[in-house]
């Protein structure tokens, strides 16, 4: 008897049946040779709504041409997020679902720092990430990148001179010392 497996844009990497003899059946691929990106395989079925049992075999006494339908779940993937010492404000997310693209955070704030990007490296390198798009897989973990903010500074020496050490901005996180020869 003739099968026809509907893999649903799916593929079969190994144990692909066409056909089955009574009295001997057959055993329909398994989930380990079910392929289709960012989808798990969730069984064959006999109805391409997918209800009832699934059915993993044709068992020995059967006949008749059968037809079964791969059943695909979507899958979720795990997302990481290290503001490396800054904080998410708002949008913070921890999973996202294949098919559907996800916008990183962007408030995201450190005391006398700039919020430069998201980067899928800790040494912070290559392009920036803005989202995650709609045809990636896997777990993802990003890594915020920050530029240090530099102040200015305004001295009013209430007239008078500075004489040296005029101090016109400042590096956050660093000490200045200012003028003292006025």
Known sequence: YYVTLNVNSGTIANGEIDSYTYGVGAVLPMAKNMVKTGYTFAGWYDNDEFAGEAVTSIANNETG??????????????VALNANGGTINAG????YEFGTAVTLPTDVTKTGYTFVGWYDNPNLTGEAFTAIANNVTGDKTFYAK?????????????EGSINSGNVKNYIYGTTVVLPSDV
């Open 146 to 158: 920050w530029n240090v903010n530099t102040y200015k500074v305004t001295l009013n020496a209430n």
């Open 92 to 95: 913070e997310i921890s999973l």
């Open 65 to 78: 041409d059968k037809v079964f339908y791969a059943r695909w779940t979507i899958n979720t993937y795990d």
